[in-house]
């Protein structure tokens, strides 16, 4: 029987610790061995019975009780993950002096496995400078510090600084210990993305006929978001250009709304000024009407047929960005979907649009789009083959982030 992985979830005296009660309940009902490490303000909030209740382990906020057992050692050491949801400015700042003046903290100090803080805080706090050096020294030492999401705060506030949903955080949690799983032994705990920005879009475009019709296609956006959550585990900064999709916002993630192929080029050029690696996963519209009709399109009397609908090509973004890469060393990749001769086409268009990797997969009726699954072929530039077998989109989007990552300048 496989042991289950150890999480140590400490909860720092927030509002939002209440939260961290739907996180400890997805961590446990997934099959992970979790222990609540709450701080003394944290059980302000929420009592010692609830946490002890959730996680089935006895809870303590102090290195003195039960000192035979040496917790505040034992604990970070024996875990496979911390995670620190929320995260208040106090905690930040007594991680990155290295301070310990409790069980949570000395904990934190102990543990050589990925840590993951979860902060929430009023938005003059995130944004104060020594909150964000704090932030910046931690990242700097490997942790990944999630961004806070933007809404309703404490009071009548609004901003960032709230803590991402708790399911959010769960998938985070979960790709950080599907990383760990998947490397070597020798490479644990390198988040290979750390310091870098990688933008991705995901979705499908569309293209409005009038104002209730457009063109668009089958795209869930579930490989792009699969993209970037991964690539959150594997601490890069992560932009998520969102082409018309449902899917909730990934923890950690700036997501940017898109609706058009013109919206998302606009979009995608704004922010690849600064990126180091760009993956167009979104499925964009080749074609737009030549004409938009202000009113909704009636049916003609008579039964008649309706006029033919003109229509103009729409830019390709994947050639343009990779024909004027606004930063040195840039690495770009798209996606390609084919129906047949998936190779063949895929050579060709990667030829064609000069980037640096191109994926390709075939698609159809119950094929990729929507699906959990996805199976791809990664060519590159450079002759290269990757065969991605039939699997989750994390693990073709692992797949690609090495590959991205093998391309960086040093």
């Known amino acids: 029987m496989t042991e289950k992985p150890k999480v140590v979830l400490g909860v720092s005296g927030g ?78 700042a007594k991680a990155a ?18 840590v993951v803080f979860a902060p929430a805080m009023h938005t003059e706090m995130w944004e104060h400078p020594a909150t964000r050096e704090n932030v910046a020294t931690l990242r700097r030492r490997g942790a990944l510090v999630i961004e806070p999401a933007v809404g309703r705060l404490t009071g009548v506030d609004t901003g960032k600084g709230r803590l991402p949903d708790p399911d959010a955080i769960f998938d985070f949690c979960r790709a950080v210990l599907a990383r760990e799983r998947s490397v070597t032994e020798s490479d644990r705990h390198v988040t290979d993305l750390a310091g ?20 668009g296609n089958r795209s869930s956006g579930k490989q792009g978001y699969a993209l970037a959550r991964t690539a959150a585990a594997r601490g890069a900064r992560v932009t998520l250009l969102s082409a018309n999709s449902a899917l909730p916002d990934p923890a950690g993630v700036d997501v940017v709304p898109v609706g058009t192929a013109l919206e998302l080029r606009d979009a995608v050029l704004k922010a690849a000024v600064d990126a180091d690696a760009v993956v167009m996963a979104a499925a964009v519209a080749d074609f737009r009407p030549a004409v938009y009709a202000p009113g909704k399109i009636k049916k003609k009397e008579g039964g008649a047929e309706p006029e033919p609908l003109e229509l103009v090509r729409n830019p390709d973004i994947l050639a343009e960005l990779s ?6 060393g840039q690495v770009v990749a798209g996606f390609a979907a084919e129906t047949d001769d998936v190779l063949a086409h895929g050579r060709a268009k990667l030829a064609a649009k000069g980037c640096d990797l191109l994926v ?20 590159g530039a450079d002759g290269s083959e990757t065969t991605v077998p039939y699997g989750p989109k994390e693990t073709l989007a692992d797949t690609v982030w090495d590959l991205v990552a093998e391309r960086f300048p040093e």
Do not use: M, Q
């Not at 996180?23 to 490490?37: F, I, N, P, Q």
């Not at 039960?66 to 905690?91: F, Y």
């Not at 870098?196 to 063109?215: I, K, N």
């Not at 929507?370 to 060519?379: H, R």
């Open 323 to 328: 024909g004027a890469r606004p930063r040195a």
């Open 15 to 92: 509002i939002a610790a209440y939260k961290a009660c739907e996180l400890l309940r997805r961590l446990t009902e997934s099959g992970h061995d979790v222990r609540a490490v709450p701080t003394e303000s944290a059980l302000h909030f929420v009592g010692e019975a609830t946490w002890a209740a959730l996680s089935g382990h006895p809870v303590s906020t102090e290195v003195w009780e039960s000192v035979e057992d040496v917790p505040h050692v034992r604990i970070g050491k024996g875990a496979d993950l911390v995670v620190v949801a929320p995260a208040t400015a106090d905690l930040l």
């Open 196 to 215: 870098r920005h990688v933008v991705v879009s995901a979705g499908g475009t569309r293209e409005p006929l009038d104002p209730v019709r457009f063109l």
């Open 97 to 114: 002096h290295g301070l310990a003046d409790d069980l949570l903290t000395n904990t934190l100090l102990t543990a050589r496995c990925p």
């Open 360 to 379: 390709v997969n075939e698609v159809g009726e119950r094929k990729t789009f929507g699906a959990e699954e996805n199976e791809a072929v990664v060519l």
